[in-house]
């Protein structure tokens, strides 16, 4: 008994566009169907298409996802700097052991999406970004290795840069907003009387800036207290 034919056509849909069988006859291969056709079958193919304004439009991106046999497509509309998206969410919380993640490219999901243990992932501008075959996950392992030891060296570069400026007498973070001249100055005008809103006016600094100096320091308050 085979199985149902519209089943058996959406193996071979499958098939083809996920693994380029291009040459394969539905008509044939329906007669001997295996475990790896059910797994096919079973599986869930689900895409994800997303712009970053909203004068951009989804369309093309779905017409490549629905090409790609993509049998649900989440798509939405927000930059990728935001990491809420509520649409990806949905996705990922869907996604199971065996299913499959098509983006039309590389740069519409987050890296650590791109991880999500269990699930396949195929980008259709990226040939070499598919881990439903070994050569694709042979491929992301190794450039994963070598953007983590980049991350690595950037790290200790940018501690002993940091080392060697400290070395040098430079300071680091924001530079203060009065000269000790001027704090002298308006510490001075403080105890005068003078209005803080005046002394900051003059100063061309917050008015919080005037306060921190009239505030009594926690140091000076500890020493007066031994």
């Not at 510490?187 to 919080?208: C, P, Y």
């Given at each position: 008994?085979?199985v149902?034919?519209?089943?058996?056509?959406?193996?071979?849909r499958?098939?083809?566009?996920?693994?380029n069988?291009?040459?394969?006859?539905?008509?044939m291969?329906?007669?001997?169907?295996?475990p790896?056709q059910?797994?096919?079958?079973?599986?869930?193919?689900?895409?994800?298409?997303?712009?970053s304004?909203?004068?951009?439009t989804?369309?093309?991106?779905?017409?490549?996802?629905?090409?790609?046999?993509?049998?649900?497509?989440?798509?939405?509309k927000?930059?990728?700097?935001?990491?809420d998206?509520?649409?990806?969410a949905?996705?990922?919380?869907?996604?199971?052991q065996g299913?499959?993640?098509?983006?039309?490219?590389?740069?519409?999901?987050?890296?650590?999406?791109?991880?999500?243990?269990?699930?396949?992932?195929?980008?259709?501008?990226?040939?070499?970004?598919?881990?439903?075959?070994?050569?694709?996950?042979?491929m992301?392992?190794v450039?994963?290795?070598?953007?983590e030891?980049?991350?690595?060296?950037?790290?200790?570069?940018t501690?002993?840069?940091?080392?060697?400026?400290?070395?040098?007498g430079?300071?680091?973070?924001?530079p203060a907003?009065?000269?000790?001249?001027?704090?002298?100055?308006?510490?001075?005008?403080?105890?005068?009387?003078?209005a803080?809103?005046?002394?900051?006016?003059?100063?061309?600094?917050?008015?919080?800036?005037i306060?921190?100096?009239a505030?009594?320091?926690p140091?000076?308050?500890?020493?007066?207290?031994?």
């Amino acid at each position: 008994m085979l199985v149902q034919t519209s089943r058996g056509f959406e193996v071979i849909r499958k098939l083809k566009v996920l693994n380029n069988f291009a040459g394969l006859d539905p008509t044939m291969e329906l007669l001997c169907i295996g475990p790896f056709q059910k797994w096919m079958l079973a599986m869930a193919v689900y895409g994800y298409a997303r712009v970053s304004t909203r004068d951009q439009t989804l369309a093309s991106q779905e017409a490549q996802l629905r090409a790609a046999a993509c049998t649900k497509i989440y798509a939405e509309k927000v930059s990728g700097a935001w990491s809420d998206r509520p649409q990806l969410a949905n996705l990922l919380k869907r996604l199971d052991q065996g299913d499959v993640l098509i983006v039309t490219r590389l740069d519409r999901l987050a890296r650590s999406t791109r991880d999500k243990a269990g699930a396949g992932f195929k980008s259709l501008g990226d040939a070499w970004a598919d881990t439903t075959t070994p050569h694709g996950r042979l491929m992301l392992t190794v450039l994963g290795g070598l953007a983590e030891f980049e991350r690595e060296l950037i790290i200790v570069r940018t501690g002993e840069g940091r080392t060697r400026a400290k070395a040098r007498g430079v300071k680091f973070g924001r530079p203060a907003a009065l000269t000790p001249h001027q704090r002298r100055e308006a510490m001075q005008r403080l105890a005068n009387g003078e209005a803080q809103a005046d002394v900051a006016r003059s100063f061309n600094v917050s008015q919080a800036t005037i306060s921190r100096l009239a505030a009594p320091s926690p140091f000076a308050a500890s020493v007066v207290a031994a």
